[in-house]
């Protein structure tokens, strides 16, 4: 079925359509191998659900047929989905292979579920997958995305072998927990062995920096890429070099660097830009940056909430309202705050301000007694990006972000010294950084929030981001 896969590379589900009807009229239905290269076409052009209706009406599934189907799943963001049918093919006594291992680790990886990559960890070693480099390497990057970076190191060491993507996790994994000198520690470790960086470690390594402020060791490596491993740049290490400047303050720096790229900016570099000067409280260039990042037609509302923060931050409520305004035009959303927590094997989703979880009348109770501890030890709520509500209200707002209904459901439901473990889908705001590390500071928890960007572990009233996100 090379025409499946054809279609399946180029994402063309028009003509993988039309190969799916012509293996219907000759007749190859019961062909395995050919509805299993249709699964993964259906998958790759995000037709997952075509791929399950497949699968579904599939007679004599094999090993690859449900391999197909766990990947398809990983790979369109079903991530409960992809564990539920390695969960019931384990049901049937299939034995996985290590194809099923590197489809289903990822899965488990965005989930941020630490016992859950403990049992798959396990079940690994009593497959005896344990010494296969693709299957570790996933544990490796598994481990550190569910803040376990310390597990992650003891895999890594443990390796005979490694593989550059072994190495790209292990350092990507200290740069989003804000270890830059440990990740730059590595890097130089690397680039004494046989394995060669690719374009993925030098990404990894300028985010590292990025995240930990390490502004010139940065530039060094942008520099060194082409000069020493003849790597050229692409948008991804230009967006990330506009990161690590803008993140730093160095804003005009950022901008001129922009104007001087040599390829055409694309929609990462100018949200970079446009990041740094939310951040930095900086409207001239916040303006300039979504100019030129609206020209490129974004298809999500996340940017244009970004300028609507900056004119906010700066009490330009008219502004606010023209960027709400041709939201409204461009039918473009705001991806909406959502928090998970996992509690007994139970994932729990909370989004800002819902009140649909069983629990929300004890939740939301919790977080006002809380609130009043915190006040006494110091906090005060940062409300300056919302506009026309009395200042309780704002107070009510801020307060019902989904990590803090998150958090406090981790609290009432585990015992003292429990770390709490939130994954949340957009950036923490300033106000909820703030809030977590008072919180942490009166309950005696340690709190461990990963967000879209990196870690933050908090502890004892502080955090391990030095509040430079």
């Known amino acids: 079925m090379g025409a499946a896969h054809a279609c399946a590379d180029l994402g063309d589900l028009d003509r993988g359509i039309f190969v799916h009807k012509l293996s219907d009229k000759l007749k190859l239905g019961g062909h395995v191998s050919v509805m299993n290269s ?26 690859v047929s449900w391999n197909a189907m766990i990947l398809g799943f990983a790979q369109n963001g079903r991530v409960n989905d992809a564990l539920n049918y ?9 034995r996985p292979d290590t194809f099923t291992m590197v489809s289903v680790i990822p899965a488990l990886a965005e989930l941020s579920v630490t016992r859950q990559a ?28 569910c803040g376990e970076i310390h597990t992650a190191r003891k895999l890594f060491n443990r390796m005979n072998e490694r593989h550059v993507t072994t190495w790209n996790a292990m350092i990507d994994g200290y740069g989003t927990h804000g270890l830059g000198k440990a990740a730059i520690e590595l890097f130089n470790e690397m680039q004494k062995g046989t394995v060669k960086p690719n374009d993925v470690t030098f990404l990894s390594v300028l985010s590292a920096c990025s995240h930990a402020g390490m502004v010139e060791e940065g530039r060094s490596y942008f520099t060194s890429m082409k000069r020493d491993y003849g790597i050229e740049p692409a948008l ?47 409207v001239e260039l916040g303006e300039k940056a979504a100019k030129k990042l609206f020209a490129l037609n974004p298809d999500e509302g996340g940017y244009h909430v970004l300028l609507a923060n900056i004119y906010a931050t700066a009490s330009m409520w008219g502004e606010v309202a023209k960027v709400r305004t041709i939201m409204k035009k461009k039918g473009l959303q705001k991806t909406p705050g959502c928090s998970v927590v996992e509690l007994r094997n139970e994932v729990h989703s909370f989004y800002s301000g819902t009140t649909n979880h069983p629990q929300s009348k004890r939740i939301y109770a919790f977080l006002e007694e809380l609130g009043d501890k915190m006040k006494a030890a110091g906090y005060v709520p940062d409300t300056s990006s919302i506009h026309d509500v009395e200042d309780a209200v704002k107070e009510q707002l801020n307060s019902t972000h989904s990590e803090r209904l998150a958090i406090a459901f981790g609290l009432l439901n585990t015992s003292d010294g429990t770390p709490i473990h939130v994954r949340k889908n957009l950036r923490v705001c300033g106000d909820c950084h703030t809030a977590t ?15 879209m960007q990196r870690f933050h572990h908090f502890k004892n009233g502080t955090c391990s981001c030095g509040d430079y996100w």
Not at 48 to 53: G, R
Not at 86 to 94: K, V, W
Not at 120 to 144: N, P
């Open 38 to 63: 249709l699964i993964s076409m259906y998958s790759k052009c995000k037709r997952v659900d075509l791929a399950v209706h497949i699968f579904g009406k599939l007679h004599g599934k094999t090993l």
């Open 86 to 94: 390695f969960y019931e093919m384990h049901s049937r006594n299939l």
């Open 118 to 145: 403990k049992w798959i960890h396990g079940y690994c070693i009593r497959s005896c997958l344990d010494d296969d480099i693709f299957v570790m390497t996933a544990l490796v990057d598994m481990y550190a995305k």
């Open 236 to 282: 991804d290490h230009y967006g990330a070099m506009v990161d690590l400047l803008g993140r730093a303050g160095r804003l005009d720096e950022a901008w001129n660097f922009i104007q001087k790229m040599p390829i055409e900016p694309g929609i990462n570099v100018y949200g970079a830009m446009l990041g740094a000067c939310k951040i930095h409280k900086n």
């Open 437 to 451: 590390k008072y919180i942490s500071l009166v309950t005696g928890r340690e709190i461990i929030v990963r967000d």
